[in-house]
């Protein structure tokens, strides 16, 4: 039987993502637009109360006709807001990759006559050791050079 899913997956996942990023990023350029309107109008009082600051006295004492604007204290100007910073996801770590182990290949034992140069002259089954001694003893007198036998372990075919 398959696996059974436990959760979204991860397109799901990444789709999910990149539509919150995508709204943070709508959300941080609404508030730059917010700031600079806000920071417009706070220069727009701040020249009002330099124009008003700046009238001769005489002036505002011919036109109090009930209203104290020079009486009323200065706007104080709010605090301008600090730009919110977009979250950078932390540098991910790089994924370690698994080695891939290789199958174990089964081997078996032989007996392999050897010549001087090393090159195989004849195999034989581990059983037959004796077989192998015995061409071993016969090519040593027909060609009266170097011969030898090992054991060498060969994959199964």
């Known amino acids: 039987m398959g696996r059974k899913r436990q959760g979204p997956s991860k397109m799901d ?9 995508a709204r943070e990023r709508e959300a941080g350029a609404e508030e730059e637009e917010e700031t600079t309107e806000e920071e417009e109008s706070e220069a727009e009082d701040a020249e009002e109360v330099a124009d008003v600051e700046a009238e001769p006295e005489a002036e505002g004492d011919l036109e109090s006709d009930g209203d104290d604007d020079d009486d009323e204290k200065p706007k104080k100007k709010k605090a301008a807001k600090k730009p919110v910073k977009k979250k950078v996801a932390a540098p991910k770590k790089p994924t370690t990759r698994r080695a891939r182990v290789p199958k174990e290949v089964r081997l078996k034992a ?43 372990k060969d994959p199964y075919e």
Do not use: G, H
């Not at 996942?13 to 990023?21: C, Q």
């Not at 004849?122 to 007198?141: G, I, M, N, W």
């Open 13 to 21: 996942l990444r789709r999910a993502a990149e539509a919150a990023e």
């Open 110 to 152: 032989v007996w392999v006559v050897f010549d001087n140069s090393s090159k195989r002259v004849e195999t034989f089954p581990f059983s037959q050791k004796k077989e192998a001694e015995e061409l071993l003893a016969r090519k040593t007198e027909e060609k009266k050079t170097t011969f030898y036998i090992n054991l060498v």
